[in-house]
């Protein structure tokens, strides 16, 4: 799947004009094709709260839900709690720790 392709695909999902951010474009490129399916399945799982999101400890109004993809790659999905999806990160482990710092997960 073409990474554009994808971002619609997800922002149509999540019905919301989420953003992409970290290497979003390069990591999803390199993914087999199971894995990029996997991603849009787990984004499908956040939106219906299949999946326990985490809270921020330092904005209390921000929640995640966090995959982990193959050995190295990571995705953080962020939403405002009681309102729209806001990023999808996608990155190396070493970006990903960095981010959850940022975020305060």
């Given amino acids: 799947m073409q990474t554009n392709q994808a971002r619609a695909l997800i922002k149509n999902i999540l019905e919301s004009d ?3 951010e970290g290497h979003f474009n390069k990591c999803f490129d390199n993914l087999k094709v199971t894995q990029q399916q996997e991603v849009i399945d ?3 799982a956040c939106k219906e709260l299949k999946i326990n999101p985490i ?3 330092t904005n209390r109004e921000l929640i995640g839900f966090v995959k982990k993809i193959g050995s190295n790659l990571r995705a953080i999905l962020t939403k ?3 309102g729209y999806f806001i990023v999808l990160f996608l990155d190396k482990h070493k970006y990903y720790e960095a981010e959850m710092n940022n975020l305060g997960f």
């Fill in 42 to 44: 787990w984004v499908k």
């Fill in 80 to 82: 405002e709690k009681k």
């Fill in 18 to 20: 989420v953003s992409f």
């Fill in 55 to 57: 809270q921020s400890k």
